[in-house]
C-alpha cells in the first residue's frame, strides 16, 4: 500500500516537472493539430500597438527670481510727511508710494505763478504800445509821402517803434524765463510724491513715516513677481534645438512636490560658460497667485521636439540583435518576427517610425521563448 502512494506521488512530480520543462522548451512538446512535431504552444501576454504623443526632454536645474526688481530713491530730501505702503503690499505704476514734506515747494510755485503773471501783463502793456506806435508809424510815413511833415519827425516815430519792439522781445523772453521757472518749481513739487514705477510689490522698505528721505538712500525695493523668470544653464549640444518664444517648459520646486507650472523659454544666452559648457537660458513663467517666490530652487523640462499621434511601443517589448531592433507580433496564433526602426524615447515608451502600424498586436511576456512561426496562445 505505501509503494502504491509513493509511486502515485513520483507520477504526479514528473508530471509536473514536464509540463514546467515544456513551457520552458517549447520545441520539446508532442505538439498538435497544425504545428510541426516536437513544438509547443506558447501561452504569451499582448499588447496592441496605439497612437500616443511622444517628446524628447532635457532636465536641468535653474534658481526662481523676480521679472524685474528696482529701488526707489527720493529725488528731493525732506521729512518723510505720509508712507503709505508697507512691505509685501502690491503697487501698480504711478501709485503714491511716499510724500515727502514740501511746503517750500509750494511756496515756491506760487512765487514762479506770480512772476509769470507778471511777466505777461508787462508784455501785454508793451504789445498795445507797440500796435498803437505801428499805426501812427503807417499815418506818419503817409504823411512824409504828401510832404506834410518833416524828415525828422518820421525818423523820430521810426526810432520809437523799434525800440518799443525791442522791448516786446524782451518781455517775451521774460514770459518765456517765468514759464520755465514755474514749470521747474512744478516738477520739484511733483517730485516730493514717490511714485511706484512698476507693477509689482514692496519687497523692503528702508524708511518709517516721520523719518527723513536722502539723495543717498533708497526708499523701497519692489519687485515684479507675474511673471516670474527662471534661469537655469543647458548644455551647448542642445542649442540647435532651442526655440525662443517656442520651446516649452515645465517647472518645478521642491515647495510644491509632485506640481509643474508651465512656461516659455524667452531667451537664450549668447556665450557659453567655458567651465561648465553650458548656455544661460532664461524662461518666464506665470505666477498669478504669488506661490512661486523670487530665490526657489527650480527643476526645468525643455521639450526639445515633441510627436502627436505616432505609434507607440513599450521597451519591455524590444528585442536587440547586435544594431538590430525587433520584436515579435502575434498573428493568427503564429509569433512573426519584425525588424523596427525606433524614433524619439522617453522613459519606457518608444515612437516607432517603422515596422510596425496602430492596431498590432505586440508580443510583451514570452518573447524570448517564441521564433519566427512558432504557434502562440494569447492569455489574460
Not at 505505501?2 to 522548451?25: C, D
Not at 514692496?202 to 524708511?207: F, G
Request: hydrophobic share 40%.
Amino acid at each position: 500500500m505505501k509503494f502504491l502512494k509513493w509511486l502515485g506521488a513520483l507520477a504526479v512530480v514528473g508530471i509536473a516537472g514536464y509540463l514546467a520543462y515544456v513551457f520552458i522548451n517549447p520545441g520539446t512538446s508532442t505538439g498538435g493539430p497544425g504545428q510541426a512535431e516536437g513544438e509547443a504552444i506558447i501561452p504569451v501576454r499582448v499588447v496592441k500597438i496605439g497612437l500616443g504623443d511622444i517628446s524628447r526632454d532635457v532636465k536641468l536645474t535653474g534658481e526662481v527670481r523676480a521679472f524685474s526688481s528696482v529701488r526707489i530713491f527720493s529725488k528731493i530730501p525732506g521729512r518723510i510727511e505720509k508712507l503709505p505702503v508697507d512691505e509685501g503690499d502690491p503697487v501698480t505704476k504711478g501709485q503714491v508710494l511716499a510724500v515727502i514734506d514740501h511746503e517750500a515747494l509750494k511756496a515756491r510755485v506760487k512765487q514762479a505763478e506770480a512772476g509769470l503773471a507778471m511777466a505777461k501783463a508787462q508784455a501785454a502793456s508793451v504789445a498795445v504800445n507797440l500796435k498803437n506806435l505801428k499805426t501812427e508809424r503807417k499815418r506818419m510815413r503817409g504823411l512824409y509821402k504828401e510832404k506834410v511833415i518833416a524828415r525828422q519827425r518820421l525818423d523820430a516815430i521810426e526810432t520809437q517803434y523799434d525800440s518799443t519792439a525791442a522791448q516786446f522781445e524782451a518781455m517775451q523772453s521774460q514770459v518765456e524765463q517765468a514759464q520755465a521757472a514755474l514749470e521747474a518749481a512744478q516738477i520739484q513739487l511733483g517730485e516730493a510724491t514717490v511714485k511706484a514705477t512698476i507693477n509689482g510689490v514692496v519687497s523692503k522698505k528702508y524708511v518709517d513715516q516721520g523719518g527723513t528721505a536722502s539723495l543717498a538712500g533708497p526708499l523701497f525695493e519692489l519687485v515684479q513677481l507675474d511673471p516670474l523668470k527662471v534661469v537655469g544653464g543647458i548644455s551647448e549640444r542642445h542649442l540647435a534645438d532651442l526655440a525662443p518664444g517656442r520651446t516649452l517648459v515645465r517647472v518645478s520646486t521642491d515647495a510644491y512636490p509632485g506640481e509643474s507650472f508651465t512656461g516659455e523659454l524667452h531667451r537664450v544666452g549668447v556665450t557659453v560658460d567655458s567651465r561648465t559648457r553650458t548656455v544661460e537660458v532664461e524662461v518666464h513663467v506665470a505666477n498669478r497667485s504669488r506661490r512661486l517666490k523670487p530665490g526657489m530652487f527650480a527643476r526645468l523640462t525643455l521639450t526639445l521636439e515633441r510627436k502627436r499621434k505616432v505609434p507607440i511601443i513599450l521597451r519591455a517589448a524590444l528585442l536587440r540583435e547586435g544594431a538590430a531592433t525587433y520584436v515579435f507580433v502575434a498573428n493568427k496564433g503564429k509569433a512573426r518576427r519584425r525588424a523596427i526602426t525606433l524614433g524619439l524615447s522617453q522613459q519606457d515608451r518608444y515612437e516607432v517610425k517603422r515596422g510596425l502600424s496602430p492596431g498590432d498586436l505586440v508580443i510583451v511576456t514570452g518573447q524570448r521563448q517564441v521564433k519566427d512561426g512558432a504557434e502562440v496562445t494569447i492569455i489574460e
